[in-house]
């Protein structure tokens, strides 16, 4: 599975347990927004490793979320993204920058982009 973080998450205490406190993982009036963007295949700049940045509506640069392969994607786009060996490499206000290690993703690649709030 194809998954990364936007490396700025916070959690409530922990519990004698570990469990995490009582505010939950994101502490207490944060919302989520779904969004679905798309990596196109013609957009990958470079020789290797190869990257692309991609609009994000409501990200800031401070924001917290995570990203990752839709689950909609059709075996080939999957395929390509395992390939590719996809890395998130920058964030800023609106955009998203991934990364492909790998090899150049031939096909279009849905990515689903969730923002905690």
Known sequence: MLDFSIPRGRTGEKGEKGDAGPQGP???GVTIESVT???RADGWIGNGPF???????G???Q???LAGVSPNATFAQRNAARRAALYLTNQAAG???LTADGVKPPVD??????LLK
Do not use: K, R, Y
């Open 26 to 28: 994101m502490g207490p």
């Open 37 to 39: 963007v798309t990596l």
């Open 51 to 57: 990257a692309q940045s991609v609009a994000v509506p």
């Open 59 to 61: 990200l800031t640069d």
């Open 63 to 65: 924001g917290n979320g």
């Open 95 to 97: 955009s998203l920058t």
């Open 109 to 114: 690649l849905p990515i689903a982009v969730t």
